[in-house]
């Protein structure tokens, strides 16, 4: 570990937590140098929603390379994007009848955030977007100021201008409903609040905790956008590409949105990032919104293999399926332990385990590190332990990684009985 330590910059994050020099992945399951294994419960935030070198993709891209395929060509016609092109168009907007232009970003999310907050505030001629509370959109400085975390925010690189925050579904309990909040603040001409742009919104919080917004919720937010003529972008960069059982996550509440992000497992484990937007909003001059890496053609022709998932529903009935065994496996867990008083929230294949007890959820993660899980936190105080396997991932996998947060549990508390010597502890 010293070189990295030595000549790698101190923002390292994921090294910290996972502290192996990973060498070799398939499928759900990684080894590192030593040849020791991993479950990966955390399937790159999202990225590997197909798994770790899928061999379709895989084999795709090294047939390509072997024929010397384009690999950069900026945002020049290929053979490639054109592929991918024809085949998002046929296995995802067609049949869900969604009318939509795709426009290729720089390769991460937080570009294809930084596309949609742009072109919205070009577009209805206002500066200001309204995010929520816990919401995650990327830490370029565009997406920065409507990411809700303030451990990612120096109040000098902040730049918080033209962005409000408004509570998210459930953020002050069960009976408050938050929408009527927001409406509130948007019809008062005195309230402080400059009529937005575009509203952005995770129909599931992923960093933000793994929390779900109810249809209802959703729909009145479409409403509300609908009455104040202001565009909603779905940032569906973490919970999109069949996270959630469709393949966008807004399907669930049958919304409409004038935007949305793609990012993650869109590239099938290449970087390849999106926004897809309404025709009549595509209102950009020829190369006003640039950049040098858009649409890696490497990334369409995994990309392009990766909606082959899509052609029938197999993948969603899987979801659906694994969704199940991970909600009732992660329920038991959180029944078997009540002093932990822990809460289960999530939907399709992203579950969040949340643990109050104060660096507790940590701890699992390190524990279930050591014995072979890699799994990810999420939430304000890193209080949600995040379940988020590939959606390939097998069952017998799924179970045994599921054993394993459960014994990481079962020791932590025993250690920790053991230290208090029977008093009570927390
Ligand atoms: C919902 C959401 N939006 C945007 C981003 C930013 O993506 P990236 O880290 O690729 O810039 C993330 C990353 O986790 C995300 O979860």
Redesign the pocket.
């Given at each position: 570990m010293r070189i990295f330590e030595q000549l790698e910059s101190e923002v390292r994050g994921y090294v910290r937590a996972f502290p192996a020099i990973f060498d070799v992945a398939r499928g759900s399951q990684i080894w590192d140098e030593q040849g020791r294994r991993y479950i990966d419960f955390f399937a790159g935030?999202?990225?590997l929603n197909y798994g770790h070198n899928n061999p379709i993709i895989s084999q795709a891209m090294i047939e390509y390379l072997q024929h010397d395929g384009i690999v950069h060509a900026l945002d020049k016609a290929t053979v490639a994007k054109k592929a991918f092109l024809q085949k998002f168009y046929d296995t995802i907007l067609q049949p869900r009848n969604l009318d939509f232009k795709m426009q290729f970003t720089g390769?991460?999310?937080?570009?294809?955030?930084e596309t949609a907050l742009k072109l919205a505030r070009m577009v209805k001629r206002r500066s200001n977007i309204i995010a929520f509370t816990n919401?995650?959109?990327?830490?370029?400085l565009g997406?920065l100021a409507v990411t809700g975390n303030n451990f990612y925010r120096d109040e000098f690189f902040g730049m918080r201008l033209n962005a409000d925050q408004m509570p998210f579904d459930g953020y002050f309990g069960p009976d408050i409903n938050t929408i009527d909040y927001l409406r509130k603040f948007l019809s008062d001409n005195s309230s402080g609040i400059d009529l937005p742009a575009a509203i952005i919104v995770?129909t599931v919080?992923?960093?933000g905790g793994i929390n779900v917004a109810s249809i209802a919720w959703l729909q009145q937010l479409e409403a509300v956008c609908r009455d104040f003529d202001i565009l909603l972008i779905i940032?569906?960069?973490?919970?999109g590409n069949g996270r959630t059982g469709t393949f966008f996550s807004f399907e669930r509440a049958g919304l409409k949105p004038d935007m949305v992000?793609l990012?993650?497992s869109i590239g099938g484990g290449m970087?390849l990032?999106m926004l897809l937007m309404r025709p009549e909003l595509d209102q950009w001059k020829p190369g006003e919104h640039t950049g040098t890496f858009r649409g890696n053609n490497l990334a369409f022709v995994a990309a392009t293999q990766a909606l082959s998932y899509w052609e029938n529903d197999d993948l969603s009935d899987a979801v659906r399926y694994k969704g199940d065994i991970l909600q009732q496996g992660l329920s038991a867990i959180a029944q078997k332990y009540p002093e932990l008083e822990m809460r289960l929230r999530g939907l399709g294949m992203v579950w969040g385990l949340e643990i109050p007890r104060k660096g507790f959820a940590g701890e699992v993660s390190k524990e279930a590190f050591a014995n072979g899980l890699v799994i990810e936190l999420a939430g304000s105080e890193d209080q949600v332990v995040k379940f988020l396997p590939a959606l390939t991932i097998e069952e017998e996998l799924l179970h045994e990684g599921m054993a394993i947060i459960d014994s990481a549990i079962g020791t932590l508390l025993a250690r920790k009985r053991e230290a208090m010597k029977g008093e009570s502890w927390g």
């Open positions: 935030a999202g990225t390769p991460t999310g937080t570009n294809a955030v919401g995650y959109h990327g830490l370029t997406s995770e919080q992923g960093e940032d569906d960069i973490q919970v992000t990012s993650k970087p990032a």
